[in-house]
Protein backbone atom coordinates (compact mmCIF):
# COMPACT_ATOMS: atom_id res chain seq x y z
CA UNK A 1 0.00 0.00 0.00
CA UNK A 2 1.22 3.56 -0.93
CA UNK A 3 1.30 5.81 2.04
CA UNK A 4 2.55 9.80 2.68
CA UNK A 5 2.91 10.35 5.84
CA UNK A 6 3.85 14.53 6.51
CA UNK A 7 5.54 16.07 9.55
CA UNK A 8 7.13 19.00 10.85
CA UNK A 9 3.79 21.31 11.06
CA UNK A 10 3.32 23.36 14.18
CA UNK A 11 2.90 27.10 15.55
CA UNK A 12 4.71 29.58 15.08
CA UNK A 13 4.81 33.39 14.71
CA UNK A 14 4.86 35.58 11.83
CA UNK A 15 8.43 35.91 10.47
CA UNK A 16 9.34 32.56 11.41
CA UNK A 17 10.30 29.46 9.67
CA UNK A 18 9.35 25.77 9.58
CA UNK A 19 10.23 22.62 7.79
CA UNK A 20 7.71 20.11 6.53
CA UNK A 21 9.07 16.72 6.09
CA UNK A 22 6.74 13.93 3.62
CA UNK A 23 7.72 10.35 3.73
CA UNK A 24 7.07 7.73 0.97
CA UNK A 25 6.30 3.67 0.92
CA UNK A 26 4.89 1.76 -1.10
CA UNK A 27 5.55 3.04 -4.69
CA UNK A 28 8.82 3.85 -7.04
CA UNK A 29 9.40 7.47 -5.29
CA UNK A 30 11.91 8.33 -7.84
CA UNK A 31 9.49 7.77 -10.40
CA UNK A 32 6.87 10.51 -9.30
CA UNK A 33 7.23 14.31 -9.22
CA UNK A 34 6.26 15.72 -5.82
CA UNK A 35 4.18 18.17 -4.82
CA UNK A 36 2.91 20.75 -2.24
CA UNK A 37 -0.34 21.81 -1.39
CA UNK A 38 -2.68 23.71 1.52
CA UNK A 39 -5.94 24.17 2.96
CA UNK A 40 -7.64 26.30 5.00
CA UNK A 41 -10.73 26.16 6.46
CA UNK A 42 -13.23 26.73 4.41
CA UNK A 43 -11.39 27.25 1.26
CA UNK A 44 -10.16 25.38 -1.53
CA UNK A 45 -6.96 23.15 -1.70
CA UNK A 46 -4.27 25.17 -3.51
CA UNK A 47 -1.00 24.45 -4.84
CA UNK A 48 2.39 25.55 -3.11
CA UNK A 49 5.07 24.00 -4.34
CA UNK A 50 6.59 21.02 -6.77
CA UNK A 51 9.55 19.27 -7.92
CA UNK A 52 10.51 17.29 -10.72
CA UNK A 53 11.70 13.37 -10.01
CA UNK A 54 15.22 14.07 -10.49
CA UNK A 55 14.88 17.39 -7.78
CA UNK A 56 15.83 19.41 -11.15
CA UNK A 57 13.20 21.37 -11.92
CA UNK A 58 10.56 23.31 -9.32
CA UNK A 59 8.04 25.10 -9.09
CA UNK A 60 6.08 28.04 -6.47
CA UNK A 61 2.96 29.71 -6.45
CA UNK A 62 3.63 33.22 -6.18
CA UNK A 63 2.47 33.69 -3.10
CA UNK A 64 5.17 31.63 -1.41
CA UNK A 65 8.11 32.27 -4.00
CA UNK A 66 11.34 33.22 -2.56
CA UNK A 67 10.18 32.36 0.76
CA UNK A 68 10.12 29.18 -0.04
CA UNK A 69 11.77 26.14 -0.90
CA UNK A 70 10.68 22.88 -1.87
CA UNK A 71 13.57 19.78 -2.66
CA UNK A 72 13.94 15.98 -2.07
CA UNK A 73 16.38 13.00 -0.99
CA UNK A 74 15.51 10.45 -3.30
CA UNK A 75 17.59 8.18 -1.48
CA UNK A 76 15.28 8.73 1.86
CA UNK A 77 12.21 8.46 -0.29
CA UNK A 78 11.28 11.96 1.16
CA UNK A 79 10.30 15.55 -0.11
CA UNK A 80 10.34 18.45 2.24
CA UNK A 81 8.92 22.20 2.34
CA UNK A 82 11.12 24.86 4.17
CA UNK A 83 8.85 27.40 4.83
CA UNK A 84 10.60 31.09 5.75
CA UNK A 85 8.92 34.24 6.57
CA UNK A 86 6.13 33.02 7.77
CA UNK A 87 2.84 34.91 7.40
CA UNK A 88 -0.76 34.42 8.97
CA UNK A 89 -2.51 33.90 5.49
CA UNK A 90 0.31 30.88 5.22
CA UNK A 91 -1.58 28.80 7.74
CA UNK A 92 -3.11 25.78 6.64
CA UNK A 93 -3.39 22.30 6.61
CA UNK A 94 -0.54 21.14 4.33
CA UNK A 95 -0.35 18.08 2.05
CA UNK A 96 2.40 16.23 0.26
CA UNK A 97 1.17 14.44 -2.99
CA UNK A 98 2.79 12.23 -5.51
CA UNK A 99 2.11 12.67 -9.79
CA UNK A 100 2.88 9.65 -12.10
CA UNK A 101 2.82 12.16 -15.16
CA UNK A 102 5.22 12.74 -17.62
CA UNK A 103 5.24 16.51 -16.55
CA UNK A 104 5.25 18.52 -13.67
CA UNK A 105 1.99 19.94 -12.60
CA UNK A 106 -0.06 22.08 -10.20
CA UNK A 107 -3.61 20.82 -9.90
CA UNK A 108 -4.36 18.46 -7.24
CA UNK A 109 -6.40 16.39 -9.53
CA UNK A 110 -3.49 15.48 -11.43
CA UNK A 111 -2.08 13.75 -8.31
CA UNK A 112 -2.44 10.62 -7.77
CA UNK A 113 -1.21 9.91 -3.86
CA UNK A 114 -1.58 11.94 -0.54
CA UNK A 115 -0.67 12.42 2.69
CA UNK A 116 -2.99 13.05 5.59
CA UNK A 117 -1.72 16.29 6.07
CA UNK A 118 -0.18 18.68 8.40
CA UNK A 119 -1.32 21.66 10.46
CA UNK A 120 0.83 24.71 10.07
CA UNK A 121 -0.49 27.64 12.35
CA UNK A 122 1.20 31.14 12.03
CA UNK A 123 0.08 33.47 14.88
CA UNK A 124 0.40 37.47 14.41
Known amino acids: QVQLGESGGGLVQAGGSLRLSCTASGLPFSSYHMGWFRQAPGKERDFVAA????????YYAGSVKGRFTISRDNAKNAVYLQMNSLKPEDAAVYYC?????????????????WGQGTQVTVSS
Open 51 to 58: ISRSGITT
Open 97 to 113: AADSGVTVRARPSDYDY
